[in-house]
């Protein structure tokens, strides 16, 4: 089944403990991306890849780190958590065969509280 | 760089009832326009999109939304909606020139609420 799998779907931790955020797609698509979802904000992009190792900034990269090392993983770090980086988070993939009109397929979320 | 404006931030609905869902956008280049829907505790699926051609387009679940470059706007439709599609729905743009793999623009979510 075509999925991109995130972990951990929850998760509660303290300001300055450093976190990873898993991403993993299984349909060999070149493009990921992380955004984060706000009320009232809607989604906002973080970082993005578009391939093994070629990453760039999104809309809110302050406070995170990316890595893309495999095609299939696109980690999302918080190097040291503050509470404004509560939130929910989606991992996303697609393949650029398509173009920008392709359809992103999104991960289920994780949500993280930062105390 | 463009943006996306989903005025109503929730619309409730009786069952069976038609229902629009309202999205502007403004971009400086040709776009392409999706709509996306969040149902609880799930990620994001697509809906439907416009990337060129005709501009009623049709979706899954019997939604459809119309392209109107003149208004610059994409609202979704559905004529009798249905308890099951209680749902967050986001429109969404992406930038048709750049590109950026698919870096989509979000509007900030309409709250579709369908009540018996």
Known sequence: EAQVTQNPRY??????????????????HEYMSWYRQDPGLGLRQIYYSMN??????????????????????????????SPNQTS???????????????????????????? | AQSVTQLDSQVPVFEEAPVELRCNYS????????????YPNQGLQLLLKYLSGS???????GFEAEFNKSQTSFHLRKPSV????????????????TGGGNKLTFGTGTQLKVEL
């Open chain 2, 55 to 61: 501009t009623l387009v049709k979706g899954i679940n």
């Open chain 2, 27 to 38: 971009s400086s280049v040709s776009v392409y326009l999706f709509w996306y829907v969040q």
């Open chain 1, 11 to 28: 998760l509660i931790t303290v300001t300055g403990k450093k976190l990873t955020v898993t991403c993993s797609q299984n349909m060999n």
């Open chain 1, 52 to 81: 093994v190792e070629v990453t760039d900034k999104g809309d809110v990269p302050e406070g995170y780190k990316v890595s893309r090392k495999e095609k299939r993983n696109f980690p999302l770090i918080l190097e040291s958590p």
């Open chain 2, 82 to 97: 249905h308890i099951s599609d209680t749902a967050e729905y986001f429109c969404a743009v992406s930038d048709r020139v």
């Open chain 1, 88 to 115: 929910l988070y989606f991992c996303a993939s697609n393949t650029l065969a398509g173009g920008p009109g392709g359809e992103l397929f999104f991960g289920e979320g994780s949500r993280l509280t930062v105390l």
